[in-house]
């Protein structure tokens, strides 16, 4: 992520042409309104896709049970479709969007969809920590106060980093903005592998002949390994743009980066998710109404 529109040079070392043939390449295509245009159009409208997927989702499971509330799994739709659907727009008025001033709060509109897709994926790790610890009979009545004051803290301290980031004008606050989503990608790495882990081999000691138990492993280990690699390569691409040159996020020069990014820490791995979970839950049966058997 960057500051405003930073265009850096690569430094071309004398004696190796086919170094600068290639750095010439990348900032040719950097600099082509083409490429930007048809890079960004193409998030536009792999979020677009992802965001109605999980909109049908949702429809389809409030149609199988109405009379249920907003579960968990209602939310995660809602949720899925919020963020995807935020970048969605955002890459669809890319140049609106990067020609934003003051360039804080174009930092914080393209923050913010990070900022949900933390909150909605870390859901996941709350159903299943209270899965987990009420299949071991343990109280799990604090866990869903504490997914709401952890992502409370959380948004509290990036909206004092944009407000620090307005008033300070350098790039000192747009790397402590991009290290604490660093962080925060890390921490909701560890709490798949935490939770995901221990719910997968939970499973592992029920019976063989329990019913649904090779789809539950499979759905848990799956979501698990995806989403747990997705916030790692955030944690450390993120990182990676505050210390390494010529690796600035979410600048309108830098379309192929940005595409890989997108695609590897929330397109792709959305897609998949959304994949693995699109089994409907069983419909309720009436307590007045009994199937012949």
């Known amino acids: 992520m960057a500051f405003g529109l930073r265009t850096k040079s690569f430094g071309f070392i004398e004696g190796e042409p086919e170094f600068v043939s290639a750095f010439q390449w990348w900032n040719q295509i950097d600099d082509s309104d083409q490429w930007q245009r048809g890079t960004y159009y193409a998030l536009c409208v792999a979020y677009t896709l992802v965001s109605f997927i999980a909109l049908v989702q949702l429809v389809r499971i409030q149609m199988r049970v109405p009379e249920y509330g907003w579960t968990t799994q209602k939310v995660f739709h809602l949720m899925n479709f919020v963020v995807n659907g935020l970048r969605a727009v955002l890459f669809g008025l890319y140049k609106s969007v990067f020609a934003i001033r003051p360039k804080a709060l174009e930092q914080v509109l393209m923050e913010l969809p990070g900022l949900l897709f933390f909150s909605t994926y870390t859901l996941l790790v709350l159903f299943w920590a209270e899965i987990y610890h009420q299949a071991r009979s343990e109280p799990a009545q604090k866990l869903r106060p504490a997914y709401f004051i952890i992502n409370g803290f959380?948004?509290?301290?990036?909206?004092?980093l944009w407000i620090y980031m307005s008033a300070s004008k350098t790039a000192t606050g747009l790397e402590a903005a991009e290290l604490f989503l660093s962080v925060i990608s890390f921490f909701?790495?560890?709490?798949?592998?935490?939770?995901?882990?221990?719910?997968?081999?939970?499973?592992?000691?029920?019976?063989?002949?329990?019913?649904?138990?090779?789809?539950?492993?499979?759905?848990?280990?799956?979501?698990?390994?995806?989403?747990?690699?997705?916030?790692l390569i955030r944690c450390a691409l993120l990182a990676f743009s505050v210390f390494g040159k010529n690796t600035d996020l979410d600048v309108l020069?830098?379309?192929?980066?940005?595409?890989?990014?997108?695609?590897?820490?929330?397109?792709?791995?959305?897609?998949?998710?959304?994949?693995?979970?699109?089994?409907?839950?069983?419909?309720?049966?009436?307590?007045?109404?009994h199937p012949i058997r």
């Open 154 to 160: 959380i948004y509290l301290v990036q909206i004092c």
């Open 188 to 231: 909701a790495a560890l709490g798949f592998l935490l939770y995901g882990g221990r719910l997968f081999f939970l499973l592992r000691r029920f019976p063989i002949e329990s019913r649904g138990r090779q789809k539950k492993l499979y759905e848990v280990g799956s979501v698990t390994s995806i989403c747990c690699t997705c916030f």
């Open 253 to 289: 020069n830098h379309p192929i980066l940005n595409l890989v990014y997108y695609l590897m820490v929330e397109i792709v791995p959305s897609a998949l998710v959304l994949f693995i979970l699109r089994k409907l839950p069983p419909r309720r049966v009436s307590d007045q109404y």
